[in-house]
T-cell receptor, first 116, second 113 residues
Framework: GAVVSQHPSWVICKSGTSVKIECRSL??????MFWYRQFPKQSLMLMAT?????????EQGVEKDKFLINHASLTLSTLTVTSAHPEDSSFYIC????????????FGQGTRLTVV | GENVEQHPSTLSVQEGDSAVIKCTYS??????FPWYKQELGKRPQLIID?????GEKKDQRIAVTLNKTAKHFSLHITETQPEDSAVYFC????????????FGTGTRLQVTL
């Protein structure tokens, strides 16, 4: 199957700082990527849809000025958590849509963000 | 929007027994239903999926059934093994692909020896 790599795997940052998370499709081009948030022992909640070359589409209740998404190439989408606060601590996970066969979504390994 | 409910939240079975996890969805327009397995600290991985034009799909020990009228779908794992222990998520989307998935709340399956 296709490989999606997310970096970093974990990050600790101070309150008020910004953190950038990268999501890369290693062996395929992904015009569409998705960013999810997962709280401990809970489900994945879709935050936004990242489209290459255009603005991201955010789900209701997700602050687009706080969670900046950039999809500048067909293999890279970035999520920047701006002015992070402890309540932003969570597991962030991306997926990339592989449209070669059956349109399957492949997930990155996730990034655990801890804001102190 | 879509709402997906999943039951049970935890499930413990003995090795060799079968496990069944059930999900219901609210949006009748949903037409793609994947199941993901997530081991602790790892990424979700697709184990099986079904589209609305099919009632049942099987892949070795794993099967999924879909009842469009009742708007529910189920995951069946037969002859469970310890390595089946993980969290399983059902999901639904309306465009026939894995775009903009709405996930269920997850089921923690524990297969005991």
């Amino acid at each position: 199957g296709a490989v999606v790599s997310q970096h970093p795997s974990w990050v600790i940052c101070k309150s008020g700082t910004s953190v950038k998370i990268e999501c890369r499709s290693l062996d395929f081009q992904a015009t569409t990527m998705f960013w999810y948030r997962q709280f401990p022992k809970q489900s994945l909640m879709l935050m936004a849809t990242s489209n290459e070359g255009s603005k991201a589409t955010y789900e209701q209740g997700v602050e687009k000025d706080k969670f900046l998404i950039n999809h500048a190439s067909l293999t890279l989408s970035t999520l920047t958590v701006t002015s992070a606060h402890p309540e932003d601590s969570s597991f962030y996970i991306c997926s990339a849509l592989w449209t070669v066969m059956n349109t399957e979504a492949f997930f990155g390994q996730g990034t655990r963000l801890t804001v102190v | 929007g879509e709402n997906v409910e999943q039951h049970p939240s935890t499930l413990s079975v003995q090795e060799g027994d079968s496990a069944v996890i059930k999900c219901t969805y609210s949006d009748s327009a949903s037409n793609y239903f994947p199941w993901y397995k997530q081991e602790l600290g790892k990424r979700p991985q697709l184990i099986i999926d079904i589209r609305s034009n099919v009632g049942e799909k099987k892949d070795q020990r794993i099967a999924v059934t879909l009842n469009k009228t009742a708007k529910h779908f189920s995951l069946h794992i037969t002859e469970t093994q310890p390595e089946d222990s993980a969290v399983y998520f059902c999901a639904a989307s309306w465009d026939g692909t894995a775009s903009k998935l709405t996930f269920g709340t997850g089921t923690r399956l524990q297969v005991t020896l």
